[in-house]
């Protein structure tokens, strides 16, 4: 297939490839078109792979549909359905949705998750992002970037997360909506995707999340430890304060689902079908769950002026995102 790029069509780029709008010549179907730097020698690249796991999961209207798949010297391509922005592109551009819509959303992601849950693939990066609306004006989505997906895992070892600041936390897929099993060392499951997707649904809800302001503020480790300490501080019940119950329920569910557990789609997608939306503060302000010393703009005065000579003691026992480091004091304490 030959595809030629539109000038000027960069959709969007990533961590790993960016987007383009293209025409195939011989349809003049007007396209996406992922592109991603490779070498030749490698046998196994991103864009392949992710190909593979859609072709896999075709034939829900919820999944991108693939027309194909190319290398060329130092580069990938990678041949799709064109669609929509985003989600996060419509809460930057519209605040936080209703709850009616964000409720009909809820109900297509379960329909989207059952999908790939059944042909055996987890897909760990669910988030606003990764949600794509088919058309503008319309409502209808699908579920994109299947890049770091995977085959469930049949068996779960044992976490290795450790609470020694001096180790780095690493954490698998987007901070702010990876699940505490990820903060936590664990391979993902479908309770993963599960418990992404609440956070997801919450997140178009208000906004934002208790744990936004930790994700662009301090150092890497500093950020991971934050956001990981704020989703243990709060279950869904205060997550979800001032919405449907639905919404908070989801997250203690997913959390409290047994790894080798399917969740019960069905039932999840009635109870969104049923939430009342009438009297529900979609407003609430979140700002109110964080410490005051950490709401923007709440910082004190610094002790000296600019051009000012500062003699500085630095004590070892306090890292500079404010956990000591004594062997005496956990890290569950300090939350």
């Avoid at 796991?53 to 060329?72: F, N, Q």
């Avoid at 306090?318 to 956990?330: H, R």
Wanted: net charge neutral; glycine share 8%.
């Amino acid at each position: 297939m030959k595809v030629a790029l539109q000038e000027g069509a960069q959709l969007g780029i990533g961590s790993f490839s960016s987007v383009y709008g293209a025409t195939e010549l011989h349809t003049g179907r007007t396209v996406a078109l992922k592109k991603s730097r490779v070498s030749l020698r490698i046998r196994r690249s991103l864009l392949h792979y992710e190909s593979q796991i859609l072709k896999l999961l075709s034939g829900h209207p919820m999944i991108p549909e693939v027309y194909g798949y190319g290398r060329i010297k130092h580069f990938e391509l990678l041949s799709m359905q064109l669609l929509g922005p985003s989600l996060r592109d419509a809460l930057s551009e519209k605040g936080p949705l209703p709850v009616a819509v964000v409720a009909n959303l809820g109900d297509q992601l379960l329909s989207a998750l059952e999908h790939i849950h059944t042909k055996g693939v987890v897909h760990r990066d669910i988030k606003p992002s990764n949600i794509l609306l088919r058309t503008r004006g319309s409502w209808a989505i699908c579920l994109a970037d299947f890049g770091l997906a995977y085959p469930a895992p049949e068996e779960i070892p044992a976490a290795s997360y450790s609470s020694d600041p001096s180790e780095f936390p690493g954490v698998f897929g987007t901070l702010s909506y990876a699940s505490l099993n990820a903060h936590e060392g664990q391979k993902l499951t479908y309770r993963d995707d599960l418990e992404s997707l609440a956070y997801t649904l919450l997140c178009l809800l208000r906004e934002s999340l208790p744990w936004s302001y930790y994700t662009t503020h301090g150092t890497i480790c500093g950020r991971i430890r934050q956001v990981h300490a704020q989703k243990r501080r709060f279950d869904g019940v205060q997550l979800a304060a001032g919405l449907p119950d639905v919404f908070g329920a989801l997250v203690d569910f997913a959390r409290s689902l047994e790894a080798q557990k399917t969740p019960d789609y069905q039932n999840w997608r009635e109870r969104l079908s049923k939430v009342d939306i009438v009297g529900q503060d979609t407003t609430h302000d979140l700002t109110r769950l964080l410490p005051e010393a950490q709401v923007l703009g709440s910082w004190p005065l610094p002790p000296i002026k600019s051009g000012q000579i500062a003699l500085v003691k630095l004590i070892s026992s306090i890292t500079a995102e404010g956990y000591t480091v004594s062997d005496k004091i956990s890290y569950e304490k300090l939350e």
